[in-house]
């Protein structure tokens, strides 16, 4: 036995378990989203009580209120993100008492300032807005300024109580007469972040000007109270816009069902990719253990929020990830065919492998960077995993898989055995200079149905219009506005009872059906509820059927927004990548891929408007995905097609032109449908594993997945063929720019 093999064979055993031992500390370290632990979100808009314009300052602060008040709930983890200039995202994972919860932080800030009984002394009208700043005393120590707007009441107030015997003006953030008390408070007053006493000072003289606030500050605690005292000084209140109470069963259910899906999908490709390429596909499959293993070590590095769409993305990511592999060893297995040495091969397949690797990666970059700029929470948090996504990519399915295959290939155990290397069968390899008569073969011709496929995917389209104008699209709450309610009980819910319920509220429904079970119920309805309604009817159902509920409300300013936001998307994404092709290749080649990527886009949206499937906002992030995707495939057979062209002479005739490009189809075929497989079959456990609430999203992604497959193969090289035909002329320029063909990295392929 070869000792290289095992000695190499041991250390990558070793690597492998000390990787899944590391993993799961890591991966229990990770924060849950809302949609995997329960918990509640909304939105807020912040606006001003009088006409004053609201600054950055004020909604800081208000920011700072918030944080504050989060403090006093006890919510561990809480995520309070600014968005835009008057917006503040609020999730609160593992709460149980939203309603308690939305009371609390829907309130505006209320400063006070009382005495030692608790009796009001004034509020924060005395002070200007945002006048509290950072000062020092005469000693130099940190200190507290306060600039008084109206000095008569603040001069009566302090003449009256520097003659009391406790001479102490107390200053309370949101003070409850019910509840709070500052002989309860005294010994936390200014010590305690959760404590809302915050500051109690002395008193010994009048004051008709601005005063400075004394203590055992140190710089950190005067900054805190210069916020704290700034967020209950200014007249802003805040509007619910949109919000989304998860309950924990819902959480944990959708948690253990995505999870065991994305095992099982991971699981199937090892297996294919070990099926198809043997060694190779084995060593792959240890790429991805090590792939996912630093896709979680990043994402816990950065502090990101685990959710559905990010599980989901990850999974997707796995199979796309594969890609890169796939190409590689297809290229690997090309140069060995011609009879080159397992060493040759290696270094030419991965160097040609490389440009293509990247053009396609990158692509998907500009459509992951697009979705983190425009998405809404739950699609940022798809984008998150997949930017890290494509950067393990490269580093670990290109360079460290092509280096674990160069040191087994150097051990040369594998020289005579192609099979079981690659799965390359010692008969089809050919000596070098008898390749090229071979290479031309043809074996199907891909120009021949175009105008069929062309016709075909025609009707789809004019048919989902005819259905749209019957019916419209099946718009989620998320772009129709409304309210929506998922109950899950332990007994079958009876759905006309539940009409029934809805309709003695006078509320008007959208949709009511079953999910999975007759025990779990999806509710749509077209009212925007406010928090009493909702409340109201929560409360009625929960009790009526004994179940626990998850809802959400999107408010009309939300719908449009989010609309106008998927547009934007769709549109820069398409912008971006037609640049980035235009500079990679030339203005026919993006122009080429542009179109299809429109044709895949409305496919996908003419089957959804055909079967009244929901368009939901992680919708657009599917379609995003898809057009990636596609665009990835087209790139690898463009720059197959580039590739050819520079190896034929420099002036080609039309019908040479063809015959290259149904070559470079043949080429890339094997590639392109073992990289649609890889990436299917994960995405097929989760629909049939995974969580219902990621269920249109799969299959919004699985029928892009046969339509971008569909199109890179049978449209974007036809219709840049006939593009380029069209020219003044008989004759193709064959001088395309190639500024990437060959990477040349020091110590990897150098």
Same mark, same amino acid.
């Given at each position: 036995?070869?000792? +290289?093999?095992?000695?190499?064979?041991?250390?990558?055993?070793?690597?492998?378990?000390?990787?899944?031992?590391?993993?799961?500390?890591?991966?229990?370290?990770?924060k849950?989203?809302?949609?995997?632990?329960?918990?509640?979100?909304?939105?807020?808009?912040?606006?001003?009580?009088?006409?004053?314009?609201?600054?950055?300052?004020?909604?800081?602060?208000?920011?700072k209120t918030?944080?504050?008040r989060?403090?006093?709930?006890?919510v561990?983890?809480?995520?309070?993100?600014?968005?835009?200039?008057?917006?503040?995202?609020?999730?609160l994972?593992?709460?149980?008492?939203? +309603?308690?919860?939305?009371?609390?932080?829907?309130?505006?800030?209320?400063?006070?300032?009382?005495d030692?009984?608790?009796?009001?002394?004034?509020?924060?009208?005395?002070?200007?807005?945002g006048?509290?700043?950072?000062?020092t005393?005469?000693y130099?120590k940190p200190?507290?300024?306060?600039?008084i %707007?109206?000095?008569?009441?603040?001069?009566?107030?302090?003449?009256?109580?520097?003659?009391?015997e406790e001479?102490?003006i107390?200053?309370?953030?949101?003070?409850n007469?019910?509840?709070?008390?500052?002989?309860?408070?005294?010994?936390?007053?200014?010590?305690?972040?959760?404590?809302?006493?915050?500051?109690?000072?002395y008193?010994?003289q009048?004051?008709?000007?601005?005063?400075?606030?004394?203590?055992?500050?140190?710089?950190?605690?005067?900054? /805190?109270l210069?916020?704290?005292?700034?967020?209950?000084?200014?007249?802003?209140?805040?509007e619910?816009?949109s919000?989304?109470?998860?309950?924990?069963?819902?959480?944990?259910?959708a948690?253990?069902?995505?999870?065991?899906?994305?095992?099982?999908?991971?699981?199937?490709i090892?297996?294919?990719? /070990?099926?198809?390429?043997h060694?190779?596909?084995?060593?792959?499959?240890?790429? =991805?253990?090590?792939y996912?293993?630093?896709?979680f070590?990043i994402?816990?590095? =950065?502090?990101?929020?685990?959710?559905?769409?990010?599980?989901a993305?990850?999974?997707?990511?796995?199979g796309?990830?594969?890609d890169?592999?796939v190409?590689?060893?297809?290229?690997?297995?090309?140069?060995?065919?011609?009879g080159?040495?397992?060493?040759?091969a290696?270094?030419?397949?991965y160097?040609?492998?490389?440009?293509?690797?990247?053009?396609?990666?990158?692509?998907?970059?500009?459509?992951?960077?697009?979705?983190?700029?425009?998405?809404?929470?739950?699609?940022?948090?798809?984008?998150?995993?997949l930017?890290?996504?494509i950067?393990v990519?490269?580093?670990?399915m290109?360079f460290?898989? %092509?280096?674990?295959?160069?040191?087994?290939?150097?051990?040369?155990?594998?020289?005579?055995?192609?099979?079981?290397?690659?799965?390359l069968?010692?008969?089809?390899?050919?000596?070098?200079?008898?390749y090229?008569?071979? +290479?031309?073969?043809?074996?199907?011709?891909f120009?021949?149905?175009?105008?069929?496929?062309y016709?075909?995917?025609l009707?789809?389209?004019?048919?989902?219009?005819?259905?749209y104008?019957?019916?419209?699209?099946n718009?989620?709450?998320?772009y129709?506005?409304?309210?929506?309610?998922?109950?899950?009980?332990k007994?079958?819910?009876?759905?006309n009872?539940?009409?029934?319920?809805?309709?003695?509220?006078?509320?008007?429904?959208?949709?009511?059906?079953?999910?999975?079970?007759?025990?779990?119920?999806?509710?749509?309805?077209?009212?925007?509820l406010?928090?009493?309604?909702?409340?109201?009817l929560?409360?009625?159902l929960?009790?009526?059927?004994?179940?626990?509920?998850?809802?959400?409300?999107?408010?009309?300013?939300?719908?449009?927004e989010?609309?106008?936001?998927?547009?934007?998307?769709?549109?820069?994404?398409?912008?971006?990548?037609?640049?980035?092709v235009?500079?990679?290749?030339?203005?026919?080649?993006?122009?080429?891929?542009?179109?299809?990527?429109?044709?895949?886009?409305?496919?996908?949206?003419?089957?959804f408007?055909?079967?009244r499937?929901?368009?939901?906002?992680?919708?657009?992030?599917?379609?995003?995905?898809?057009?990636?995707?596609?665009?990835?495939?087209?790139v690898?057979?463009?720059?197959?097609?580039r590739?050819?062209?520079?190896?034929?002479?420099?002036?080609?005739?039309?019908l040479?032109?063809?015959?290259?490009?149904?070559?470079?189809?043949?080429?890339t075929? +094997?590639?392109?449908?073992?990289?649609?497989?890889?990436t299917?079959?994960?995405?097929?456990?989760?629909?049939?594993?995974?969580?219902?609430?990621?269920?249109?999203?799969?299959?919004?992604i699985?029928?892009?997945?046969?339509?971008?497959?569909?199109?890179?193969?049978?449209?974007?090289?036809?219709?840049?063929?006939?593009i380029?035909?069209?020219?003044?002329? /008989?004759?193709?320029?064959?001088?395309?720019?190639?500024?990437?063909?060959?990477?040349?990295?020091?110590?990897?392929?150098?």
């Amino acid at each position: 036995m070869n000792k +290289k093999l095992i000695y190499y064979s041991s250390i990558l055993f070793v690597i492998v378990v000390m990787t899944i031992t590391i993993f799961r500390p890591i991966f229990n370290k990770i924060k849950y989203g809302l949609d995997l632990q329960g918990g509640f979100e909304v939105l807020y808009e912040a606006s001003t009580l009088d006409d004053s314009k609201l600054t950055k300052e004020m909604l800081t602060n208000t920011y700072k209120t918030i944080q504050k008040r989060i403090d006093i709930l006890g919510v561990s983890e809480p995520d309070i993100i600014i968005e835009g200039e008057n917006r503040i995202r609020i999730q609160l994972p593992g709460i149980t008492n939203e +309603k308690e919860a939305k009371e609390i932080l829907s309130q505006p800030a209320t400063l006070s300032f009382r005495d030692t009984n608790d009796n009001l002394l004034m509020t924060s009208t005395v002070l200007s807005s945002g006048g509290a700043k950072l000062a020092t005393d005469e000693y130099g120590k940190p200190a507290v300024s306060l600039s008084i %707007k109206d000095k008569d009441t603040f001069h009566q107030v302090t003449s009256e109580i520097k003659n009391r015997e406790e001479n102490l003006i107390v200053i309370w953030l949101d003070f409850n007469p019910n509840e709070d008390s500052y002989y309860q408070e005294m010994n936390r007053c200014g010590e305690d972040p959760e404590s809302k006493c915050l500051s109690a000072a002395y008193v010994n003289q009048a004051f008709a000007n601005d005063v400075i606030i004394q203590g055992n500050f140190t710089k950190e605690k005067a900054s /805190t109270l210069v916020e704290l005292i700034n967020s209950g000084s200014i007249p802003t209140k805040l509007e619910e816009l949109s919000t989304r109470n998860v309950s924990s069963i819902f959480g944990e259910q959708a948690l253990n069902k995505t999870l065991w899906a994305g095992l099982i999908g991971i699981a199937v490709i090892l297996i294919f990719m /070990t099926l198809i390429y043997h060694f190779a596909g084995l060593i792959s499959g240890i790429g =991805i253990i090590l792939y996912i293993f630093l896709v979680f070590l990043i994402f816990w590095l =950065i502090g990101g929020v685990l959710t559905l769409p990010g599980i989901a993305s990850l999974v997707l990511g796995i199979g796309m990830a594969v890609d890169a592999c796939v190409i590689s060893f297809e290229r690997i297995k090309e140069e060995l065919r011609k009879g080159r040495s397992f060493i040759a091969a290696h270094k030419e397949g991965y160097q040609r492998s490389l440009s293509t690797i990247i053009d396609a990666n990158i692509t998907t970059l500009i459509v992951a960077i697009i979705m983190f700029i425009f998405g809404e929470s739950s699609v940022k948090g798809f984008a998150t995993m997949l930017i890290i996504n494509i950067i393990v990519t490269i580093v670990i399915m290109v360079f460290i898989i %092509k280096y674990l295959l160069k040191l087994f290939i150097n051990t040369k155990y594998f020289n005579e055995k192609p099979r079981l290397f690659i799965n390359l069968k010692k008969d089809n390899i050919n000596k070098i200079n008898n390749y090229k008569e071979k +290479k031309q073969t043809i074996k199907f011709n891909f120009f021949k149905h175009f105008r069929l496929c062309y016709i075909g995917s025609l009707i789809i389209i004019i048919i989902s219009i005819i259905f749209y104008f019957q019916q419209g699209f099946n718009l989620s709450v998320d772009y129709k506005g409304g309210t929506y309610i998922t109950l899950i009980s332990k007994d079958s819910i009876n759905i006309n009872t539940i009409k029934k319920d809805i309709t003695e509220f006078n509320y008007q429904y959208n949709d009511i059906h079953h999910i999975n079970n007759k025990n779990t119920v999806y509710i749509k309805l077209d009212n925007v509820l406010n928090k009493d309604q909702l409340n109201q009817l929560e409360d009625h159902l929960e009790t009526k059927y004994k179940a626990e509920s998850e809802t959400g409300i999107i408010s009309n300013i939300v719908k449009k927004e989010l609309t106008k936001n998927a547009i934007y998307s769709i549109i820069l994404a398409a912008i971006g990548m037609v640049i980035y092709v235009t500079i990679r290749f030339k203005f026919s080649f993006a122009l080429a891929a542009l179109i299809p990527l429109l044709h895949d886009a409305l496919l996908v949206l003419a089957i959804f408007t055909i079967f009244r499937l929901e368009i939901a906002v992680i919708f657009i992030a599917a379609i995003l995905t898809i057009v990636g995707y596609s665009i990835n495939d087209t790139v690898v057979i463009f720059d197959r097609i580039r590739e050819n062209i520079k190896n034929n002479e420099k002036e080609t005739k039309q019908l040479q032109l063809k015959d290259i490009i149904n070559s470079s189809l043949n080429n890339t075929i +094997k590639r392109t449908l073992n990289t649609t497989i890889t990436t299917m079959l994960p995405i097929i456990a989760l629909i049939s594993f995974g969580s219902f609430a990621m269920l249109n999203f799969n299959i919004a992604i699985i029928i892009g997945l046969i339509i971008g497959t569909y199109s890179s193969i049978f449209l974007a090289s036809q219709i840049w063929y006939h593009i380029e035909t069209s020219k003044l002329g /008989t004759k193709f320029n064959t001088e395309i720019e190639d500024e990437l063909d060959e990477i040349e990295i020091s110590g990897i392929n150098k």
